[in-house]
T-cell receptor
Framework: AQSVTQLDSQVPVFEEAPVELRCNYS??????LFWYVQYPNQGLQLLLK??????LVKGINGFEAEFNKSQTSFHLRKPSVHISDTAEYFC?????????????FGTGTKLQVIP | DAMVIQNPRYQVTQFGKPVTLSCSQT?????MYWYQQKSSQAPKLLFH???????NEADTPDNFQSRRPNTSFCFLDIRSPGLGDAAMYLC????????????FGSGTRLTVV
């Protein structure tokens, strides 16, 4: 079975500083990978996804992520964060299981941008 | 704009009193999902519909049921809510299962008193 690990439950960072949110997954088969953002009392919004091709994926709001198959990682990065980036970020992996693609979410990382 | 709409945004129900949460979509997506999200936890899949085909997760309690009368609407019924069912309930849609990413609604926060 697949699993997703987000080691950092909270990441504080100063405004305009770079940030990296870590995501590692385990799966014995090929995967699709996603990052979602959740603002307080809102649903999740898709930031970016990796399906195939280039391992560097660019998403909305200036975020990007790099798929590293050998390290089974899909870390999310932004070179300069803004106050508005304060939110919770979820990594997700999709694996073919039981007849269809099944998505598993990580436990989330709360990004707190400090003015 | 095409979207996923959940009603109501906030729902308060009494212990043991049946409650229904609704979700509608204008995306014409084949798949509709219901997730339960408790504070500081990952969203947990309860079940999903692929068109009219219902798929229940093995660990979803019998207390939770769902209906999809047409492509656009999907309902979550909680037959006898307990205090442990208080959570955010998220509806999501996708064109195919697990490939293109999901579009989520804003969620319904359920409080059980």
């Amino acid at each position: 079975a697949q699993s997703v690990t987000q080691l950092d439950s909270q990441v504080p960072v100063f405004e305009e500083a770079p940030v990296e949110l870590r995501c590692n997954y385990s799966s014995s088969v090929s995967v699709y990978l996603f990052w979602y953002v959740q603002y307080p009392n809102q649903g999740l919004q898709l930031l970016l996804k990796y399906l195939s091709g280039s391992t560097l994926v660019k998403g909305i709001n200036g975020f990007e992520a790099e798929f590293n198959k050998s390290q089974t990682s899909f870390h999310l990065r932004k070179p300069s964060v803004h106050i508005s980036d304060t939110a919770e970020y979820f990594c997700a992996v999709s694996v073919y299981s039981g007849g269809y693609q099944k998505v598993t979410f990580g436990t989330g990382t709360k990004l707190q941008v400090i003015p | 704009d095409a979207m996923v709409i959940q009603n109501p945004r906030y729902q308060v129900t009494q212990f043991g009193k049946p409650v229904t949460l609704s979700c509608s979509q204008t995306l014409n997506h084949n798949v509709m999902y219901w997730y339960q999200q408790k504070s500081s936890q990952a969203p947990k899949l309860l079940f999903h519909y692929y068109d009219k085909d219902f798929n229940n997760e093995a660990d979803t309690p019998d207390n939770f049921q769902s209906r999809r009368p047409n492509t656009s609407f999907c309902f979550l019924d909680i037959r006898s809510p307990g205090l442990g069912d208080a959570a955010m309930y998220l509806c999501a849609t996708s064109r195919a299962r697990g490939t293109y990413g999901y579009t989520f609604g804003s969620g319904t926060r359920l409080t059980v008193v």
